[in-house]
């Protein structure tokens, strides 16, 4: 059995990821958006005094937080192929395949992953390219590429719980659009928590989004919070939780 789902969630994925393939343009596109936070944004705060980013650049600062929203933008629309496939009446064939409702949505998760990893690592080439000064170390960027997987499959789940909850797809779009603004804006990603007021760091706290950020800034700067295990943490309870609400909606939505 376990074999079995396993096989299934790799199947998936591996049909997720092959969009990468047939239209590989997209994810370069889509890499133009975080580069000119990088390079217009990030040049431009850069000679703003007295801003609190633990003592490096802020050009290099907001690396990670910019990594983290190239994710966020790619994962959080995943679910519309949910939507799709239900449309095209593929959904009803694959549920009366012998598999778990679980494999389907971790798979497609995964596959959201792998995609947005790509797109990750053209962000870090961009980075080394220009010398944003980052703690270049195998770990690091190992790490890195694993953490970002990780919060895109939340991402994912999360986009997915979304679809199985609306009925069309303007809807999808028009959730995803008033989600995604609110997340990345309410996080540790272009700014610390200190210089948050007290009821903004409350809703960072409640966000995964700054625990990614959190651990991806102590990987690359090695500034921030020394508790890379609990952030961790976080962020794998919390796509469990996702991954486990969009399986239990997933089929309601389709029969």
Do not use: C, H
């Amino acid at each position: 059995m376990a074999s079995r789902y396993a096989a299934t969630v790799g199947a998936i994925a591996g049909a997720e990821v092959q969009r990468i393939r047939r239209e590989p343009s997209v994810l370069f596109t889509r890499a133009a958006q975080p580069l000119l936070w990088l390079l217009v944004f990030g040049a431009a705060m850069s000679q703003v005094r007295n801003l609190s980013t633990d003592g490096v650049r802020y050009q290099a600062f907001i690396v990670p937080g910019v990594l983290a929203q190239s994710v966020l933008f790619i994962a959080i629309f995943s679910g519309l192929s949910i939507i799709w496939e239900r449309d095209l009446g593929i959904t009803q064939r694959i549920l009366v395949a012998p598999v778990f409702r679980s494999a389907i949505i971790l798979g497609k998760a995964l596959g959201a992953g792998l995609r947005a990893l790509v797109q990750v690592i053209v962000v870090l080439v961009v980075v080394a390219a220009v010398r944003i000064p980052l703690r270049w170390s195998v770990l690091g960027v190992v790490g890195t590429l694993a953490v970002t997987v990780l919060g895109a499959m939340l991402l994912s789940a999360v986009s997915m719980v979304i679809a199985s909850a609306v009925r069309g797809r303007e809807q999808f779009m028009g959730v995803g659009q008033l989600v995604t603004l609110p997340l990345f804006f309410a996080s540790n990603a272009l700014y610390p928590l200190s210089i948050m007021p007290t009821w903004l760091q409350v809703v960072a706290r409640a966000n995964p989004l700054t625990y990614e950020v959190e651990i991806l800034r102590r990987l690359l700067l090695d500034v921030g919070p020394s508790r890379i295990v609990v952030d961790l943490g976080v962020l794998v309870a919390a796509t469990v939780v996702a991954v486990a609400l969009a399986s239990r909606l997933y089929p309601r939505r389709v029969m």
